[in-house]
């Protein structure tokens, strides 16, 4: 009696599989090595259906079924898992194409869009001027200016719209500044002659003509204030700050209030406390005169004929020296503004005083909040350290 050949396992990658009595071992080796590709990974990629019709009519009894089915079930969960990775991944690459500040479209080549993120979905006339203009352009629409881009990959055209409204202020507020500094530099000599001369002609003049030579000198001093705000603005700003009163602020307050024009009739209340604490006695007594001045613009911006008040007060809270202004005059306008250069609603404004203040109040590490009460209250906070 011959002895039957013992077959040689089947190597599945290459050649078809024959009919034979595998062992269970070997079928399901067989069956893993069909679904395995050359990472360990199940998959479906080396399964040939010619193969696989071999393999399975060699699984006779239970075992290797129960075997295939654990197989099978390995399958699934990796299937689910990939799938599962693959949603967490677009998820993720959603939410970051999303917080971009940039308008993103992806074109087809047959100039459907592939995809739009929200901001491209709020852009629609953007797009429209771009597309006329080529893309790769700066555009206007609505007092803004973006940067529109094209870009091609794999087939796709991706075009963004970048805000670059802020760039663009930033860098004419930089032009705006240089002229500034260089005018303020060039009228400064002269004031400083009229000054002089207004001051000798206030030496000699009579009951008659010495009103009109002091509010001459109030101009000059307010075209003086304007120049070394100018300065103070265009070269930046360092606080000097020193250990004293907080009564020697008021005192400068009153000084300057002195040295401004207004109407009507306005009732100051000062409320400095007697305490010591670290400040720029200059920058903040610009400051404080710029917030002065304010509230009596404000009030004279009204046409009721109301008793005009302005309070001011300081005093140490924990670790800041705090200054609030309160006055009832006319509501603030523009409030997204408030602290932008050269931005003003007032005729004899320059729209720098403001913005000054904030620069000097950062300078000493604090903040300027106008506080939503039933009066108008702006509020100043400095950090009281040397």
Known sequence: MKKSKRLKRPYLKNSPLKRSHLKRSDKASSFKGLLENENNVISLENFKPKESEDLLENFSNKKDMQELLELLNQFILQSYKVEKEFKDYKALYEWVIEILPQAIWVMNENGSFFY??????????????????????????????????????????????????????????????????????????PVGSISLLASVLLKHANEKTKPIVVELQKALWRVERIIKATLLFSKGIQANRTKQSLKTLESDLKEALN?????????????????????????????????????????EALEESEQGQVKIEAFIQNEFIVFTIIDNGKEVENKSTLFEPFETTKLKGNGLGLALSLQVVKAHEGSIALLENQEKTFEIRILNAS
């Open 259 to 299: 040295c401004y024009t207004y109407s009507k009739d306005i009732d100051f209340l000062f409320n400095f406390s007697d305490e010591e604490g670290f400040f720029d006695f200059d920058l903040m007594g610009i400051v404080l005169q710029n917030f002065l001045y304010n509230a009596i613009d404000a009030i």
């Open 116 to 189: 739009k993120n929200s901001l491209a979905n709020q852009s629609h006339e953007v797009f429209n001027k771009a597309k006329l203009g080529n893309f790769n352009t700066e555009i206007e629409h609505e007092n803004k200016s973006y940067l529109v881009q094209q870009n091609s990959i794999q087939g796709k055209q991706i075009i963004t719209a970048t805000d670059i409204s802020a760039q663009k202020r930033q860098e004419r507020l930089a032009s705006m500044g240089k002229i500034s500094a260089h005018l303020a530099h060039e009228i400064r000599n």
